[in-house]
């Protein structure tokens, strides 16, 4: 594909009509939930294995760390097994939201139908990754001078030592770092859909005017359906009243289910949003509105 960065004037697009956005995220993410439980459903399946391997091997080191009356060696096996599982189901969490996303990229910009799981192992999924990890770093560069500052300034690195002036670096620096992401993730559906042309200072340029649609849009794709989830997740824990005793071990069972059962509900509607980044990418990077060309995965 031709390199995007060389072929976009410098006149600045419309401003991103972010209501319209939205609506067509929301729109296609009820309109196409068939193929997204298509890509989703192994690695839902998947997760809720490991949530429930988690879930027993930490009652099991609760369990035992009660009865020993502390922390003991013989529970350590546990421990690592309980490690490896929380890695792991970390590892599958992240593969598994960048192979949606492309998938949802490309069926919403391309029209391609998914494969069923999604195409793990296609370049497309791995360049995304990368792509985030390359977005991620850059934003915070900026920001690193700040928070050094700051930390230098408290005296400490402990955020309880740090004072008012601290805060406020801490706070810029966060509101900095926010900034650049809102902007540069345009980047991670033009990697979905093979335009590896396109730089993150192109992105900047185009999107620049319209900073705070951006963050608007995200935040009525992610939070609205989220809410609700999580209210009902914390009322389902029974958190002990003054003076009652604690059951360590009932008290982690219910946070490891709770988890394993509410994170697949998040990555699903997390396409909500992932499908707004499509149409905002499509706005700004494809004047007329018509998907972009790009290999088959």
Not at 137 to 150: K, N, Q, R, T
Not at 168 to 183: I, K, P, S, W
Not at 184 to 212: D, E, K, S, Y
Not at 217 to 245: D, H, N, R, T, Y
């Amino acid at each position: 594909m031709s390199d995007t960065s060389n072929s976009i004037s410098d006149v600045l697009p419309d401003p991103l009509p972010m209501w319209q956005t939205v609506k067509q995220a929301y729109a296609a993410f009820f309109a196409n939930l068939g193929p997204l439980l298509k890509i989703a459903l192994p690695w839902l399946i998947l997760m809720g294995c490991l949530s429930y391997a988690l879930s027993e091997v930490l009652k099991s080191w609760v369990a035992g760390a009660g009865e020993a009356g502390g922390p003991d060696v013989s529970v350590m096996p546990v421990v690592w097994s309980w490690q490896a599982i929380q890695m792991a189901l970390n590892l599958v969490i992240g593969i598994s939201g960048a192979t949606m996303a492309v998938a949802w990229h490309r069926l919403l910009l391309l029209g391609e139908q998914p494969k069923f799981g999604g195409s793990v192992f296609s370049s497309a999924v791995w360049r995304y990754i990368g792509a985030g990890i390359a977005m991620s770093i850059v934003s915070m560069l900026p920001a690193l001078p700040m928070l050094f500052f700051a930390l230098t300034f408290a005296g400490s690195p402990l955020p309880q030592n740090a004072g008012p002036f601290s805060y406020f670096l801490f706070f810029v620096a966060y509101c900095g770092v926010a900034y650049l992401m809102m902007h540069l993730m345009l980047v991670l559906p033009a990697r979905a859909v093979g335009n590896n042309g396109l730089n993150f200072r192109t992105i900047l340029r185009q999107v620049r005017a319209n900073t705070w649609r951006m963050i608007g849009g995200i935040f009525l794709c992610s939070v609205p359906l989220a809410i609700p989830v999580q209210m009902a997740a914390f009322s389902v824990i029974k958190f002990p009243e003054k003076g009652q005793k604690i059951d360590p071990v009932e008290m982690m069972s219910n946070l490891t289910w709770l988890t394993g059962l509410t994170t697949p509900y998040f990555m699903l509607i997390a396409m909500i949003y992932i499908g707004f980044l499509s149409f905002a990418y499509r706005h700004f990077f494809d004047g007329k509105g018509e998907p972009q060309s790009a290999p088959q995965i």
